[in-house]
Structure formats: structure tokens, C-alpha cells
């Protein structure tokens, strides 16, 4: 199955994401955490995500579709891949589009995560991660065991460098200019599966699993 996530900061793409790939084992393809693995590790695409992501703006378009062109030529992505964060406008879905193509592949659906705007912004800002795992906590609705400290690893948690209000203020804005016309892009297609995001989280993806079927 080749599914993608679409919806704005902070809709649960990726804590939807982590089930939806455990479930039906295929690969989660996050751009955000690969500009976040280099962002850490100070490659040469970390410095140059970062001057980006930091202010909430897309890293600009040939460096993200080479990164997932790259990736999506590994041997785990034969059989299906989830990606969530990509595409992010309507060039890197041209990009997407045109590489499926010669491949002879096709995307299967487009999970379109819907949520209010002042959900978004409670969801983000109240947000802390694990910089060693990648677990992801919230404050008030899914606080780690032990205040500040990571469940799996114990490590300090951390709120994302781009999880400041005008950080986050600036995404929203970026995604009503530049990626919410991709629902109107994936619906002439046919594609896009509309799921109400606002409701908890295994609400949430009992709509994903009956949207997309049992088919693994
Ligand atoms: P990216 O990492 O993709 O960030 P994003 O799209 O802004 O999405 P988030 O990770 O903030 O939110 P999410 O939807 O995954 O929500 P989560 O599950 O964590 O991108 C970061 C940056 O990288 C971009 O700004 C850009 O600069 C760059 N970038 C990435 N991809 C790019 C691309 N293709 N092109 C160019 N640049 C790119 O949940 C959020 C919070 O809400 C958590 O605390 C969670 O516990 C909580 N929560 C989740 N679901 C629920 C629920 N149902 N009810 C209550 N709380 C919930």
C-alpha cells in the first residue's frame, strides 16, 4: 500500500503515522524527521534545513524531492510506503507523481487529516518530543509517566525549535498557501480520503483503518 498524509502542522500525521506503519508494515517516510536527523547530526543538509525550518518555511523543493526520490529507491519501499509530510506543494506532488510513473507505481490514498485552527495551535505549542527516540508527548493530553522525562528512554524531553508561536503561526500560513491546494489537486485524482482529526486519538485511526481497508 503507498499512502500519504496530508493535513497541517500539528494534525497527527506523525503519531497517526507510527500506528498505520507498525500495523501494516510498511516504512514511514517523514521529511520533518530526516531534516530534524541532519539538523542534529550538523550534515551539510542539516545546515541547510535548518535556516528553514526553524522560521517555518519549506525547505526549497529540489533538495526534498532528490531526498525522497533517494529513498523511495531503497529495497523497503518495494512494497509499499506511507509518507507523511510529502508532498507539501504542487510541484514536489508533480515530482512524486512523474517518479511514480516511470516506475509504474501509483499512490493508493491520501489521508487528509482535518482539524480546527485553534486545536492546532493548543496541540503544538503544548508538545515535547524526545530527542534520542523520537517519542512524541503532549502536556495535557498525552503527558509522559514522569514530568519532563521520556517513557521509552529517560531521556530530557525537549519542545521542537519550531514549535514557537510564530514559528508555528508562520507553518499554518504556509500550509493554507502552499499545501492545502493539494486536496483539490489529490480530489480531482480521486484520492483523497477526508478524516476528521479533531476526535482522540484511537478514534482517529479507527476512521484511517476503515478508510484503508485490512489489506496489508
Ligand atoms: P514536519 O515535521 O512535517 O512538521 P509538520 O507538518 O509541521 O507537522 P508536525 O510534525 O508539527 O505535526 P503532526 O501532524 O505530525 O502532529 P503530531 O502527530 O506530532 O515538518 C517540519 C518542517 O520541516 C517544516 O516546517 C519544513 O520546514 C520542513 N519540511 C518538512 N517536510 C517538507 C517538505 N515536504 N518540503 C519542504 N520542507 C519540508 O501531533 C502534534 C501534537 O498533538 C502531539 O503533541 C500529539 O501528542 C498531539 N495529538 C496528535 N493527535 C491528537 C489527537 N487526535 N488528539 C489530541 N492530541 C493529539
Known amino acids: 500500500m503507498r499512502v500519504i498524509l496530508l493535513g497541517p502542522p500539528g494534525a497527527g500525521k506523525g503519531t497517526q503515522a507510527e500506528r498505520i506503519t507498525k500495523d501494516y508494515e510498511i516504512p514511514h517516510i517523514s521529511t520533518g524527521d530526516i531534516f530534524r536527523y541532519?539538523?542534529?547530526?550538523?550534515?551539510?543538509?542539516?545546515?541547510l534545513a535548518k535556516q528553514y525550518t526553524e522560521k517555518g518555511l519549506l525547505v526549497p523543493d529540489d533538495v526534498t524531492n532528490k531526498i525522497v526520490e533517494d529513498r523511495l529507491s531503497k529495497d523497503d519501499c518495494k512494497d509499499g510506503f506511507l509518507l507523511d509530510g510529502y508532498p507539501r506543494n504542487v510541484v514536489q506532488a508533480e515530482s512524486l507523481g512523474k517518479y511514480l510513473e516511470n516506475k509504474g507505481l501509483k499512490i493508493d490514498h491520501v489521508l487528509n487529516i482535518i482539524v480546527d485552527r485553534d486545536e492546532l495551535v493548543k496541540r503544538l505549542s503544548g508538545r515535547r518530543v524526545c530527542p534520542s527516540c523520537g517519542a512524541t508527548y503532549h502536556i495535557v493530553t498525552?503527558?509522559?509517566k514522569v514530568e519532563g522525562i521520556c517513557d521509552h528512554c529517560g531521556e530530557k524531553l525537549i519542545q521542537r525549535t519550531d514549535d514557537n508561536i510564530e514559528s508555528v503561526l508562520k507553518r499554518l500560513e504556509v500550509y493554507e498557501d502552499e499545501t492545502k491546494p493539494l486536496v483539490e489537486y489529490y480530489g480531482k485524482l480521486n484520492l483523497i480520503r477526508n478524516i476528521d482529526g479533531n476526535k482522540p486519538v484511537n478514534e482517529v485511526y479507527k476512521e484511517i483503518q476503515a478508510l484503508i481497508g485490512d489489506e496489508v
Open 142 to 144: 498525552k503527558p509522559p
Open 38 to 47: 541532519n539538523i542534529k547530526n550538523n550534515t551539510e543538509l542539516g545546515k
